[in-house]
């Protein structure tokens, strides 16, 4: 190839210099840009080292690691954010629930009185759209249920 560029064996060695100075410093940059994306810059820059061009690609086209991991710590703190603020609005409800028992004088609760046994079922005037609380275990539900979908007391509705 010498012979045909016409060039001294001087020329030569610096053009080789050149060449390899340029192929040293790409690989370089290669791994930086590998280690940006999270990962190791040994393994980036001898991949463009070995195979300059194919492995410049290569480390051009690898995901970002670096990346996925930010956003994927991203989600997991977004999501854990959301799990708290739903045990906190679930704990406020439920808190709720414990104050706010409806009494025997409204019109869908209960029509018996408290001291009934407690395999009698819960009797209540109609069935209705409402939300009621089972007199056993106080949760809240539909008013048009057969029984407690938590304890399984049954319902009984005097106007059917």
């Known amino acids: 190839m010498i012979a045909l560029l016409d060039i001294d064996a001087t020329d030569a060695s610096i053009l080789s ?3 390899v100075m340029t192929w040293a410093v790409i690989s370089f940059f290669c791994g930086r840009y590998g280690r940006e994306k999270g990962y190791s810059f040994w ?3 001898l991949l463009c ?3 300059q061009l194919i492995g410049l ?3 051009l086209l690898l995901p970002d690691l670096a990346r996925i991991q930010a956003d994927a ?3 997991a703190r977004g999501q854990e954010l959301e799990i708290a603020a739903l045990k906190r609005r679930l704990s406020a409800l439920e808190n709720a629930d414990a104050v706010h028992a409806p ?3 409204e019109s869908f609760g209960p029509a018996a009185s408290d001291a009934a046994p407690p395999d009698t079922p819960a009797v209540f005037l109609a069935r209705t ?3 009621i609380a089972c007199p056993r275990c106080g949760r809240r539900q539909k008013g048009g249920r057969d029984a407690c979908y938590a304890c399984g007391l049954p319902f009984r509705y005097e106007h059917e």
């Open 17 to 19: 210099l050149l060449i």
């Open 43 to 45: 393994l980036c820059f």
């Open 49 to 51: 080292l070995l195979g």
């Open 57 to 59: 690609l290569a480390v």
């Open 73 to 75: 710590a991203g989600r």
């Open 103 to 105: 009494s025997s004088q």
């Open 129 to 131: 759209e409402e939300v």
